[in-house]
């Protein structure tokens, strides 16, 4: 690149702050996530319809394989996926409706409900596999 | 300037995204209904995790629990492809692609959602 003669004058402008070193607030955070669980549920659409057709298919036809393999490490960590995705785009679907109707657009206001939004999901996600884990599920026998 | 626009596309007012408001709208409502569908949902899926066959047969035999069932699936699903609709919007930019896109979206939603009904009538009706 040729010499800039403006180079002092130039280096005191403000520049857009670059990608790299860019901090990340926590809402855009929360913006992505929203989509990245959005996408997430979609896919798991496949495990609903899988147990469903599992269930469908009566005694002996393919439920237990189903709840094998959910049972299993893979089955747990992709349940467990689910369930969160679910939990996270859930409140944070509350907030993007809050929104629409003009509330809580507040700088600081929206900063504090991103980490409430990600502490809260992450607690329901852990607080349903801790009940179906201690035998608590299942009421529906 | 005299605009190069028809009466008709004048009227209609959407411009060159040859839609309004409605996805947005349709996005938002099916949202709203999904809040207490996924609610329900949780309360099924737990109290059916770890059970023998019998118990979902047993459950989604009422019909009340099919119907539920139901609508979660067909609501979730339509919100899905608007959604997912949007974020193809945001990303591919040939027309062509999108297009094809949207279509194996739209495959996607209505294969699984037929697969989940058929799968409740059969235990629930038949
Ligand atoms: C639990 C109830 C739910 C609520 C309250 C909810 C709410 C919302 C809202 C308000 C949006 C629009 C976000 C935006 O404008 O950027 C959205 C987007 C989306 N939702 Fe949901 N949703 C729910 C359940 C689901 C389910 C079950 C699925 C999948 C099966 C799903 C898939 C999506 C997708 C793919 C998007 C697009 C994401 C994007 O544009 O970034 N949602 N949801």
Request: with cysteine.
């Amino acid at each position: 690149m040729a010499e800039n003669p403006q180079q002092p004058a130039l280096a005191t402008r403000p520049l857009s702050p670059h990608l790299t070193i860019y901090r990340w607030p926590v809402t855009m955070m929360t913006s992505i996530t929203h989509r990245a669980t959005g996408m997430a549920l979609t896919g798991g659409a496949l495990i609903l319809a899988w147990w469903l057709v599992a269930i469908s298919n009566g005694l002996d036809g393919g439920y237990q394989q189903f709840m094998a393999l959910a049972a299993s490490p893979l089955g747990m960590l992709v349940l467990f996926g689910a369930t969160w995705s679910l939990a996270y785009h859930f409140f944070n679907g509350l907030r993007h409706l809050a929104w629409d109707l003009g509330y809580g657009f507040d700088k600081k206001l929206a900063e504090r409900n991103s980490v409430i939004i990600f502490a809260l999901s992450a607690l329901s996600a852990i607080a349903i596999f801790a009940i179906v884990w201690t035998g608590h599920g299942g009421y529906l026998q | 300037m005299k605009s190069a626009q028809t009466p008709l596309h004048r009227v209609k007012g959407l411009g060159a995204s040859h839609s309004g408001t409605g996805h947005f709208w349709r996005e938002r409502i099916t949202a709203v209904a999904l809040m207490p569908l996924s609610l329900w949902f949780a309360y099924a899926a737990i109290g059916l995790a770890g059970t023998s066959t019998s118990a979902p047969l047993q459950f989604f035999a009422h019909p009340m629990n099919a119907i539920l069932m139901a609508a979660f699936v067909i609501i979730s699903l339509y919100h899905a492809a608007l959604g997912v609709q949007v974020v193809i919007d945001d990303y591919i930019h040939s027309t062509g692609m999108k297009i094809f896109l949207f279509l194996l979206v739209r495959l996607f939603v209505i294969a699984t959602g037929s697969a989940c009904l058929i799968a409740l009538l059969r235990i629930s009706v038949f």
